[in-house]
C-alpha cells in the first residue's frame, strides 16, 4: 500500500517566475503529509506506509523541468 498524492495545476505564463509554481508544489507536499498525519492518527494509515507526491511532467514542459529542478524533486520518464 502507497500513500499518493498528485497536484493537477498550472500557472499561466503572464504569472510565472513569481514563486506562484514553488508555492503550489509547497502546499501540495503539505497536504499530502497533513492527510498521511491525520490518516495515521486515525489508524486508517499503517505507520510504515510510504507517501509520495508525483507530478507529471514532460521534457517540452521547460518551465516546470526548471521548476522541479530548483525544487530538488527528482525527474524521472514517464512509463508507457
Known amino acids: 500500500m502507497v500513500l499518493a ?5 498550472k500557472v499561466l505564463p503572464v504569472w510565472r517566475r513569481r514563486g506562484i509554481g514553488s508555492a503550489l508544489l509547497r502546499w501540495g507536499e503539505d497536504r499530502l503529509s497533513q492527510t498521511a498525519a491525520r490518516m495515521r492518527a ?6 510504515e506506509t ?13 518551465a516546470r523541468v526548471t521548476l522541479l529542478e530548483k525544487t530538488a524533486m527528482p525527474l ?5
Open 5 to 9: 498524492g498528485m497536484l493537477a495545476a
Open 42 to 47: 486515525e489508524g486508517s494509515l499503517p505507520l
Open 50 to 62: 510510504p507517501c509520495r507526491f508525483s507530478l507529471e511532467v514532460y521534457h517540452t514542459e521547460k
Open 76 to 80: 524521472s520518464a514517464p512509463s508507457m
